[in-house]
């Protein structure tokens, strides 16, 4: 070995702070917390017990009698708020069941609220894809989804929501004007205390596909890129997210979250608004047919996803990976 000249030695040495896991707590910069995460909830009509979604392994749709027990264990895990999303047995052309106020969405969040109160922030997903014979997020002439009528539906749906308990309403529809419609119909309805969390850089994105399968919303023609965003845009996302603001958004959101970090960062350096971020279905299937395999350790690489997101700035995370992170985080 050649003698080495200990005057060359580093002064400043990183892995000083690095020695020890104590050390490393305390200079650690980003801190995930069990209060970060929002856990979406499947409710579904017709169905009898809770019905695991096949591409999206420890994830149910559950009947209306259970979802009291689904919510319960979000609960006790600690995790403080939960996004509602419905399966209807009747679906139509003008998307009915999703402004009935006898509808299953609005059964769920209304028995929620009257179990729990308080203890659990229940936030009403606004939008028509699940309530459509079409699949699609507005109303169809032709092969044209329809954006001003649509956004009058969003607005009937959300004071519903409201009526029913919820605690806040989230508009993921990506029609123009959406947020700006709702907050006009929920101040009009008596509700100007409910916050929006607008879905504002929602992209077109190919990691839904399992959501698709666990909300019954694929499109039954065409897709979704007339009215999502196209994934290459940055400087368009921005701007969406400026007119969500402008017609009254509370928080704003970025969705898909782990390919989509640049984009957290921007908006949340942008605006310095609160934001969220939604690690999506195909993001939490990957991991866990990853770790079905053995390829990956699921506990860490979820914890590192987690981590990265809120890194990149988000104060809030929609995430299938709460339950488990919530007890991970315990350990």
Known sequence: MRPVNKMNYPKLRMRRLRATKNIRDMVRETTLSKDDFIYPLFVKEGIKAPEEI?????????????????????????????MMFGIPEHKDEAATSAYDEDGVTQKAINVIKEVFGDQLLVIGDVCLCEYMSHGHCGIVEGNQILNDPTLELYGRVAVTYAKAGADMVAPSGMMDGQVGAIRYALDEAGYQNIPIMAYSAKQSSNFYGPFRDAAESAPSFGDRRGYQMDYANKNEALRETEQDIVEGADIVMVKPALAYLDMIHMTKEEFRMPTAAYNVSGEYSMVKAAAANGWINEQKVALEILTAIKRAGADMIITYHAKDAAKWLKE
């Open 54 to 82: 096949s591409s999206m392994p420890g994830q149910y749709q559950y009947p209306l009698k259970d979802i009291v027990s689904a919510a319960k264990e979000v609960v006790d895990l600690g995790i403080p708020a939960v």
